[in-house]
């Protein structure tokens, strides 16, 4: 394949994942909404799990959005041993957002910050929102990951430049007085990322790393893992439960990723994506 076909590839992919993103739910996210629904021990929880499941099975019968909110477009774009453009391959994702939006009559959500301008097809200065990294295990080969966030959890996103003296216990006390604040805001249950350590821009890309991987899988490191399973544990015994409307399911699952920092910091950062809404489609 030439390059020129390479990007062209990108931009086909990039357009098909953006409408796969709102229309397709994973497999993993559906098996833990209808547990929720067979533990769940609210009548009204039960309801709402119910219609999130019905709603999902429509929108997939008549391939239609499962929310009206299409979010705004960020890519994950993992990258091997290549020999690569990575303008050409920026303009090639910018273009099949574009396409996307203008082909499947999406809701452009874009805007300017200030004047509120809206390009009317998603893209615009910084849109989509692409972060690149190095993945050696790929070898010769690149993954693209589409995750469309909507408003209503993004809003509800967090960050806070802990203390090293603030601890596990402030790491704990930080994502619970998070989760507390988002309530029913963000659309639960939630999938709950977290992320740990690095710097005050690497926090955040953890907790979006975090967010999409498979329900059920576990953090590689064994504190991480320990930590995933006490907060998944305390974060459903708050009581909020799905759309907020009591309950014991507030998160389908809690997911940490941790980097290492600097001796004399501790960010923590909290990302929520609601369960309906998530399709990490990887190519």
């Known amino acids: 394949m030439s390059l020129d076909s390479f990007y062209e590839v990108v931009e086909q992919v990039s357009e098909t994942l953006y409408y796969k993103a709102l229309t397709v739910i994973p497999r993993d996210v559906i098996e833990r909404i209808r547990k929720a629904y067979e533990t769940e021990q609210s009548e009204l929880g039960r309801r709402v799990l119910d219609t999130i499941v019905k709603n999902i099975e429509t929108a997939t019968k008549r391939s239609l959005l499962v929310c009206q909110d299409t979010g705004t477009p960020v890519y994950s774009v993992e990258l091997g041993d290549l020999e690569l453009s ?21 809701r452009p959500n874009m805007v300017h910050p200030l004047t509120r301008h809206n390009t009317g097809d998603n893209t615009g200065k910084n849109s989509p929102i692409i972060h ?46 998070s989760v507390v604040n988002a309530g ?18 690497l926090a955040p890309y953890l907790a979006k790393k975090a967010v999409i991987r498979p329900l059920g899988s576990k953090n590689t490191d064994y504190e991480g893992a320990r930590l ?10 708050l009581g909020i439960g799905p759309m907020g409307l009591g309950g014991k ?30 399709e990490p489609a990887l190519r």
């Open 86 to 106: 990575l303008p050409k391959l920026r303009n090639s994702i910018t273009n099949g957002v574009r396409k996307a939006t203008l082909k499947y009559h999406l």
């Open 132 to 177: 690149f990294e190095i993945n050696d295990i790929l070898e010769n080969k690149i993954r693209i990951t589409a995750l469309p966030k909507g408003s209503g959890s993004e809003n509800m996103s967090s960050l806070k430049m802990l203390r090293p003296a603030d601890g596990i216990l402030g790491v704990k006390k930080f994502i619970l007085e």
């Open 184 to 201: 029913g805001k963000g659309c639960p249950p939630y999938i709950v990322g977290v992320g740990i350590g690095g710097d005050f821009e």
């Open 228 to 237: 995933e399973e006490e907060l998944f544990y305390l974060i459903n015994n």
């Open 249 to 278: 399911f507030t998160a389908l699952g809690v997911h940490v990723e941790m980097a290492e920092t600097h001796i004399s910091s501790l960010p923590v950062a909290l990302i929520f994506n609601a369960g309906e809404e998530r």
